[in-house]
């Protein structure tokens, strides 16, 4: 068996539906991006668990099959801490919109961030609500127009990157969903980081926002530097802030530190689903009520 | 609060049983603290009125609750706290014992944390309980400061015993004798025994965000997580608490919340997740007044009908309410096993009364309990049965409503759980036929647990009285102390499973009682209206209180005699 057939074979794993996205969808190359990523990483569909939010994105679940959770909208990532904990032997990855990650479950970004949960979160932002035909989103740009923000937008967008690095996530990093082998890579790398990972995808939404469209970005995203120092937290906050004229692209920071079940001694030994639960001595708990 | 927890503990251990209600103002220092300890040879079933000893550590001790004390009973008072001439009442037969509290602490250099101490020796002579039973207690509740802290606490119990011996020789109280034969009781608040029953029920994940009157079970099982293997987390808000729980649950951890009306509003969108997904999750629903922030620190049953109906769409839940802490630790333990058996949310339903107050239980009644336990986790698959499925469907269409589990991880365990309908395999489905039938299938499991897991409400009392006492949840204990005190002038129907209720099996058995009397801790009558729109019939006597403060019993024995 030759090297390609192996893959298609493999690939077949993850292949779900054929996806519902509108041609040209960013989407598309994460899909694929991801399907390639988890093929490389040898992960198996049924020993590892997907977190999905709601909209575009999280409409993977039925496109991508492997054991998963589509939760509710802005709720990805705290089902996904709730599973991380329960099975840390377990792969957890969050697929989940700008809307889900930034906007409805923004807090949760925050405190996943700070607890270096080991999850995987891959954030497909392309600035608008395309679920919702097309609403602006935490990302987009001040004075962007939209069925909600006719007249323009009146906030400044969030800086995900910036607020992930000061809440504490140990891998921070941006990607294009038309540049797919890259975009494999830092998906592989963000599964590999044990910690707290943050991906955050550009991904144009062709139909209600063509304003940001491949062009958009294509004219904007630079990659980091081969000799660039992902481990600086200085430099990394410095280049979040390259938002509009030029835009980085890769692994903007890394770095090592505990993640949230290496301080529980209670999983040192097995994951908390292995334990024997049937018949805990009640006794040893009593005798302080007496 | 630890003098009243002590006391309680001191009756116990000497073979009585006891029964705390405590008010206390939603501040963190300062406010007026009352702790009543109620004792008695039988079963307490709840606070009462008329004190025989009131031990006053503040002035307003002495101003609010003066004229609560019985003739023939005892004020305990430090004159440098208290206004003599205004506490005294000439024209009442009541002991005035002057302990001067600020003075020895003043005088033995002592910090004010002492003043429990010292007032403990002082109600020990003046009840003339066994100080030996205080002296072990001490040890216990130090033993990890060490022997000088141990030490302290026993001198400054000893210093208030000596100035009680010093100065009062009276015999007027009843004595807390140490009983010659005595069963180990376990005096525990409804917190703490909900927490026990999960840990007997194998509970693996508790998430909460603190909220009074739920807290103390987060507190209890956090001291406890290692011990039990238990992982407890204190998340970002209850949004993330249920979420976690609920990701949690879906890898195969059996998984508690607890909150109060306010984070459960916050809940219930995944409430309805759980629903939906067919998620097991078990919800402590403590309740205290709303609307809002409402009094945090006080007690009500004001949200019967919120939670019945809590979560968008239509799906089957579970809602349990215990009346005691005996009933709280069984239906905790049960409540994990409803959850697997019906993979659908399971809620308790308590209150500050019920979860804040510490209650005396006889230990061997948890005991039997909790030798006979089962862990029942219903249809979850093990790892040898789901290798025996050639093509496994999470949503399988079944018969009783229930598909099996399998846990991710699990190998050929591939499937989704859903929030969007979906169809057996957990796809996303659109489709009206397969629409019908997972809306159906997740019906059906309420018609199984009707036929299966139901139980009518339990009735205490004579059997053919002239009135019958309806209520729910904590409520028990009032109506219980009411019916021993006046001598069993009606019989009492307890509901502590209030939904899915089997209409008809209710409407004949409620028709087989009398003239109703309902008593519930609201405004509506919550319980009332559910069970007249269940079974046609009407509950026009009403005993409802909504004040923040639980039902008295004899606030109950009055309504009776005005009924009767």
Known sequence: ?290 | MTTGLFLGKIATRSGYHAFEYSEYPSLIRGGHNVIEVRISDEEVHSQGQGVDLLLCLNKETADLHGHEVREGGVIVFDNEKTDESKLMKPDRNIHYVHIPFSRILRENSLPMVMLNNIALGVLMHLIGADMEILNTLIAETFARKGEEIITKNREAATLGMNEAKKNFKIDILHKLEKKSVISPKLYITGNEVIGLGAIRAGCQFYCAYPMTPSSAILHYLASKAEKAGIVVKHAEDEISVINMALGASWAGARSMVATSGGGFALMVEAVSLSGMTETPIVIVMGQRPGPATGMPTWTEQGDLHFVIRSGHGEFPKIVLAPGDVGEAYKLTVEAFNLADRYQTPVLIMADKYLQEGHQSVEKFEIQSRFDRDRIDRGKLLSQEELLKITSYKRYLITDDGISSRALPGMKQSLHQANSYEHGEDGHTTEDAGERVKQVDKRNRKEATYLSNDFRLPEVFGAKEPPLTVVSWGSMKGPILQAMKESGGSFNYVHFSRLWPLDFGKLKEFLGRFGKFLLIENNSTGQLGQLLTMATGIEFPQKLLKYSGRPVYPHEIMVKIKELL
């Open chain 1, 1 to 290: 068996m030759n090297g390609q057939t192996a893959t298609a074979k493999i690939n077949s794993a993850f292949l779900g539906y054929f996806p519902t996205w509108c041609p040209g969808c960013g989407n598309f190359g994460i899909w694929s991006s991801l399907k390639t990523a988890f093929n490389k990483l040898q992960l198996e569909p049924d020993k590892m668990a997907v977190i999905f939010g709601i909209g575009c994105s999280g409409n993977m679940n039925d496109f991508l099959w492997a054991n998963s959770f589509h939760a509710l909208h802005g709720r990805a990532i705290p089902t996904a801490v709730g599973v991380k904990i329960a099975n840390h032997k377990l792969p957890v990855i969050v697929i989940a919109g700008d809307g889900d990650t930034y906007g409805e479950g923004g807090n949760h970004l925050l405190h996943a961030a700070r607890g270096n949960h080991d999850i995987t979160v891959i954030v497909h932002d392309n600035r608008v609500y395309g679920l919702t035909t097309g609403q602006v989103a935490p990302t987009a740009s001040k004075g962007a127009k939209s069925k909600s923000t006719p007249q323009g937008l009146i906030e400044v967008p969030v800086n995900p990157l910036a607020l992930a690095l000061t809440q504490g996530a140990t891998f921070v990093a941006q990607g294009f969903s038309q540049d797919l082998v890259h975009l494999t890579d830092l998906i592989m790398s963000g599964i590999n980081h044990r910690g707290f990972s943050l991906i955050n995808v550009f991904q144009p939404c062709v139909t209600f926002n063509p304003a940001n469209g491949y062009a958009f970005y294509r004219e904007r995203v630079y990659k980091l530097a081969g000799d660039y120092d992902r481990s600086n937290l200085r430099l990394a906050l410095d280049k979040s802030l390259e938002l509009e004229d030029k835009i980085p692209i890769g692994i903007v920071y890394k770095t090592e530190r505990p993640v949230y079940t290496d301080f529980l001694n209670q999983l040192k030994e097995k994951a908390l689903v292995e334990e024997d639960i049937t018949n805990r001595d009640l006794n040893k708990f009593i005798a302080e009520f007496i």
